[in-house]
């Protein structure tokens, strides 16, 4: 039998389903599985694929053209090193291993030096679709050496989504800067399936039936709003619960789970003083969410307003609309900006326009509005912050008034919009000349002698004052 182009260990619903789409390329793959029966009994079901199962690592190997191209696609963290430790002695200089989970970027640095002095050759590549996008091209975004990315391109180009006959993959810069792009674009997947959340509890509170929801998401798509999350937000409002007869949406538990990217990106933002209050927000949502059982007990003490939401149903899904598209925009600037600071830190050289354009189709975030976000930095690489480009600030200038109507109106009846709010908090931080940090650096100076800068001097003169003692 010949040789295998491509190599995949890892049989779960990822590794499945990239491999049937690699096959589907022309490509011949071989596959391996720690649990062997996972794998015998997955290739069995596809007879007429080039699909080689093996049952050892050492037949695996062997049975791959050189230079050998293994992805692994199996649990993050420790399984990915147990995987590379019981490969190196098998492979050959110059193999090239693709680590294709959701690994921590500093792991993959890590495993990028580690292969490196070993004579092999590293790629970090997050991959984003999920089982979809998987088989019928997801979002790729590989870190690693140019050299290597080179090799790997036709592969990734073939397998990847398009967008107007672009790739949705390019190669994002060395090192772990792959699997970095890949955290924060799922920090922003939280934020924008929070926000979604937010605008379905301010419709639920104000009488929308599952029908309406479905179709007020299902209109949004066919708008600027359009986005996968959007689109299956209103399939889901659809879904029907086959015991109850009701919508499905209202018998699932509200308690949300989740894998650590979301927080790995707060992390990363707190060390590099970056602000990403949205995604923060969307992240301890989810904390708050799983605290079910302490939320049933306080909702027995702590009050709330009785206020019902008197807007008028049209009226209130422009409102929300703009609000949603507002901190949509705001969870955006965030977390560019946190790419764009890890990206000069590290110097991976990153092109924010790019890394835009391959989440335009494939994964998750996939939206229309990221071809404006794109546009945006091939106009201006240099954009200090997403707001600022004239598209964004018009948006924003035009649903301002709307967002904080809905945020006061969420206020008053008591529904918590944690990343509404936190979205509005930072635009309006951000767009003051004047913030009250003058009253902040004066206590810091009263009880630290940390001194102040002074309005009618020149930055960089510092300045103490003696302060009155306080008794007691
Ligand atoms: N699921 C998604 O939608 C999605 C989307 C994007 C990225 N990802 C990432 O892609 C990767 C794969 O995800 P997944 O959901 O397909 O699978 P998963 O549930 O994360 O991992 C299961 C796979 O890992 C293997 N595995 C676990 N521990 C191992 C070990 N110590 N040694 C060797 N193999 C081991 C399992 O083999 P056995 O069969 O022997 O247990 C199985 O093939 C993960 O990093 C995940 O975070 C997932």
Same mark, same amino acid.
């Given at each position: 039998?010949?040789?295998?182009?491509?190599?995949?260990?890892?049989?779960? =619903?990822?590794?499945?389903?990239?491999?049937? /789409?690699?096959?589907?390329?022309?490509?011949?793959?071989?596959?391996?599985?720690?649990?062997?029966?996972?794998?015998? $009994?997955?290739?069995?079901?596809?007879?007429?694929?080039?699909? @080689?199962?093996?049952?050892?690592?050492?037949?695996?190997?062997? #049975?791959?053209?050189?230079?050998?191209?293994?992805? !692994?696609?199996?649990?993050a963290?420790?399984?990915?090193?147990? =995987? +590379?430790?019981?490969?190196?002695?098998?492979?050959?200089?110059?193999?090239?291993?693709?680590?294709?989970?959701n690994?921590l970027?500093?792991?993959?640095?890590?495993?990028?030096?580690?292969?490196?002095?070993?004579?092999?050759?590293?790629?970090?590549?997050?991959?984003?679709?999920?089982?979809?996008?998987?088989?019928?091209?997801?979002? +790729?975004?590989?870190?690693?050496? &140019?050299?290597?990315?080179? &090799?790997?391109?036709?592969?990734?180009? #073939? !397998?990847?989504?398009?967008?107007?006959?672009?790739?949705?993959?390019?190669?994002?810069?060395?090192?772990?800067?792959?699997?970095?792009?890949?955290m924060?674009?799922n920090g922003i997947e939280y934020g924008d399936m929070q926000?979604?959340c *937010?605008?379905?509890? !301010?419709?639920?509170?104000?009488?929308?039936?599952?029908?309406?929801?479905?179709?007020?998401?299902?209109?949004?798509?066919?708008?600027?709003?359009?986005?996968?999350? +959007?689109?299956?937000?209103?399939?889901?409002? *659809?879904?029907?619960?086959?015991?109850?007869?009701?919508?499905?949406?209202?018998?699932?538990?509200d308690t949300a789970g989740q894998k650590g990217t979301g927080r790995w990106t707060l992390i990363?933002? @707190?060390?590099?003083?970056?602000?990403? #209050?949205?995604i923060n927000a969307a992240v301890e949502a989810r904390i708050l969410s799983s605290m079910?059982?302490?939320?049933?007990?306080? #909702?027995?003490?702590?009050?709330?307003?009785?206020?019902? !939401?008197?807007?008028?149903?049209?009226?209130? =899904?422009?409102?929300?609309?703009?609000?949603?598209?507002?901190?949509?925009? +705001?969870?955006?600037?965030?977390?560019?900006?946190?790419?764009?600071?890890?990206?000069? *830190?590290? $110097?991976?050289?990153?092109?924010?326009?790019?890394?835009?354009?391959?989440?335009?189709?494939?994964?998750i975030?996939?939206?229309?509005?990221?071809? $404006?976000?794109?546009?945006?930095?091939?106009?201006?690489?240099?954009?200090?912050?997403?707001?600022?480009?004239?598209?964004?600030?018009?948006?924003?200038?035009?649903?301002?008034?709307?967002?904080?109507?809905?945020?006061?109106?969420?206020?008053?009846?008591?529904?918590? =919009?944690?990343?509404?709010?936190?979205?509005?908090?930072?635009?309006?931080?951000?767009?003051?000349?004047?913030?009250?940090? /003058?009253?902040?650096?004066?206590?810091?100076?009263?009880?630290?002698?940390?001194?102040?800068?002074?309005? $009618?001097?020149?930055?960089?003169?510092?300045?103490?004052? *003696?302060?009155?003692?306080?008794?007691?």
């Amino acid at each position: 039998m010949s040789k295998s182009d491509f190599g995949l260990i890892g049989l779960a =619903v990822m590794g499945q389903n990239l491999v049937l /789409n690699v096959e589907s390329r022309g490509f011949q793959v071989s596959v391996y599985n720690r649990t062997t029966s996972v794998m015998s $009994d997955w290739v069995a079901k596809h007879p007429d694929k080039k699909i @080689v199962g093996e049952v050892t690592l050492e037949g695996f190997v062997e #049975s791959l053209a050189s230079p050998r191209k293994i992805m !692994i696609m199996v649990k993050a963290g420790g399984p990915v090193d147990k =995987v +590379i430790e019981s490969l190196i002695p098998l492979l050959d200089e110059g193999d090239i291993i693709i680590d294709g989970g959701n690994s921590l970027y500093t792991d993959t640095e890590r495993r990028d030096k580690w292969l490196g002095d070993l004579g092999f050759r590293f790629i970090g590549a997050g991959v984003s679709g999920g089982e979809e996008g998987a088989r019928k091209g997801p979002s +790729i975004m590989p870190g690693g050496p &140019v050299s290597t990315w080179d &090799v790997m391109k036709p592969i990734f180009e #073939s !397998i990847s989504a398009k967008v107007d006959g672009e790739p949705c993959v390019t190669h994002i810069g060395t090192g772990g800067a792959g699997h970095y792009v890949k955290m924060i674009h799922n920090g922003i997947e939280y934020g924008d399936m929070q926000l979604i959340c *937010e605008a379905y509890s !301010i419709f639920k509170k104000a009488g929308f039936t599952p029908a309406e929801l479905a179709k007020v998401f299902t209109d949004w798509n066919d708008g600027d709003l359009e986005s996968y999350l +959007i689109q299956i937000t209103a399939k889901i409002f *659809e879904q029907k619960d086959p015991e109850t007869g009701g919508a499905l949406v209202d018998m699932v538990l509200d308690t949300a789970g989740q894998k650590g990217t979301g927080r790995w990106t707060l992390i990363n933002a @707190v060390e590099n003083a970056v602000v990403i #209050s949205t995604i923060n927000a969307a992240v301890e949502a989810r904390i708050l969410s799983s605290m079910k059982d302490k939320r049933v007990e306080a #909702s027995k003490f702590l009050k709330g307003p009785e206020v019902e !939401i008197s807007t008028e149903k049209a009226e209130l =899904v422009k409102k929300v609309h703009d609000a949603l598209f507002a901190s949509k925009i +705001i969870s955006y600037a965030q977390g560019l900006d946190l790419i764009a600071t890890m990206g000069a *830190e590290k $110097d991976w050289g990153l092109d924010l326009g790019q890394i835009a354009a391959i989440w335009r189709g494939g994964c998750i975030i996939r939206a229309r509005f990221l071809n $404006d976000i794109t546009d945006a930095y091939r106009k201006d690489p240099e954009l200090s912050n997403l707001m600022l480009a004239p598209f964004f600030t018009g948006l924003l200038n035009e649903f301002q008034q709307n967002w904080r109507e809905v945020v006061s109106i969420a206020s008053l009846a008591g529904i918590p =919009v944690p990343a509404f709010s936190a979205s509005l908090g930072y635009y309006d931080s951000y767009r003051s000349a004047v913030l009250p940090a /003058n009253l902040l650096q004066s206590q810091r100076d009263f009880f630290g002698a940390h001194t102040y800068e002074r309005t $009618d001097k020149p930055r960089g003169e510092f300045f103490h004052t *003696e302060w009155p003692e306080v008794i007691g």
